[in-house]
């Protein structure tokens, strides 16, 4: 009988190593190595490749627009670059809980209303689990077929019978392939899945969406090569205890990476917002307090206005505490340091905290000059005009720098009917139409002087 080899796997990277040891050399985890019988390559992915396409000029190859297939969410449509891509690879990744697979079923009823044959596998649910759900939900359709099975072998049979133009997976770390002897949610089972769901995909035409779990740390389960295997991955973020849900693209080949999409999670689903700056300044107190501030921020094309609030109190420990929810840390620091240095604020006995309100997480330099007010205005007790937006980048010397895409910015502040915009001295004219005072401020203390009144 010949002996069988094993090898050691990363759960975390895909490392191999014939041995075991402590520390993966690749990613650094400790205790992440599992032991995993060695095998050839699979029959199966083998069998699945077959080459269909003629080879062809990239000037022969026509696109059709009904290439793109809308599902029924305009802010998923916004997110996938205006629809699912024919025989496209999309990976769906969340926390547990948050709706992955509540935004899934919604999403399958509205395509499967335009004609489509949709194939769910639910590898982790019962078909009448899945069944309630699309009660609550609302899905009733007759071209949705509920497949509850977890070994890869038979999933592929029945799409040969079936033949769907849309398939989802429900999930990735549940499915498993018999040529591959781990368990499944392995780092060599989640290659080895996705390798052949691709290779359904691409050769068969066949939309696949697959739904992926999400680690402790808020990386995608499994091995980092899943994310270059498939055409467009997608993060369902939010925080399960409020309703409020994004929807942000990392990865994407037909579109933007840059667009997010808001829904809101209710009683019967998932609702879209399309207006997700009232959303997030609904319940905006108008008698603004020291502070708190709006600023203007851009997610992709989309321009939304967030709540900005800043707490700075003394405390009784040598190393005062710098908190930030929302904006990046280090940023945080440098706008701290530019305060004690160009304006004179003496925070170093001071804790400071600052959060933005609604959940939503802010990398943009556009949003130094509202962070920086509300941390001033917090510290000198004074309030910020509650109508009042504000817009800028602040450089180390204290001066306040241009941002892109200005004018969308502003009008987004005058659409909900904010009266007066704080923005950078700019070198262009701005055009006339503006029914909003605009004061260009090329100073941070200028615009501390523009934008606070009395309390």
Known sequence: MAKVKTKWVCQNCGYETPKYIG???????WGTLTEEVEVKSSNLSQSVIIDESPV????????????????????????????LVQGSLV???GDPGIGKSTLILQTSGNICKQGKKLLYICAEESGSQVKLRAQRLDVNTDNLYVYSQTNLENIVNQIDILKPDILVIDSIQSIYTSNI???????????????ILMDIAKNKNITVIVIGHVTKDGNIAGPKILEHMVDTVIYFEGDKYKSQRLLRSIKNRFGSTNEIGVFNMVENGLEEVKNPSELFMKERNENATPGSVIIATLEGTRALLVEVQALV???SYPSPRRVSTGVEYNRLLQIIAVLEKRIGLNLSKHDVYVNVIGGIEIDEPAADLGIALAVATCYRDV????DCVI????????????????????YEAQKLGFKKAIIPKLTKKLPDNFDIQIIQVPRLMDAISACVSKK
Do not use: M, W
Not at 23 to 29: E, F, L, R, T, Y
Not at 383 to 386: F, K, N
Not at 391 to 410: D, H, Q, T
């Open 313 to 315: 109190g003394t405390t």
């Open 181 to 195: 002897t781990s368990s499944s949610g392995s780092v060599s089972q989640i290659r080895e899945c996705t390798n």
């Open 91 to 93: 990976l769906l990744a």
């Open 56 to 83: 062809c000029l990239i000037n022969e190859i026509e696109i059709t627009e009904s290439i793109k297939l809308p599902t029924g969410f305009e802010e998923l449509d916004r997110v996938l670059g205006g629809g």
């Open 391 to 410: 817009i800028g980048e602040i450089s180390l010397s204290g001066e306040i720098r241009n941002v892109s895409n200005i004018e969308k910015r502003i």
């Open 23 to 29: 520390k993966c050399p690749d990613c650094g985890s």
């Open 383 to 386: 309030v910020v005009d509650s």
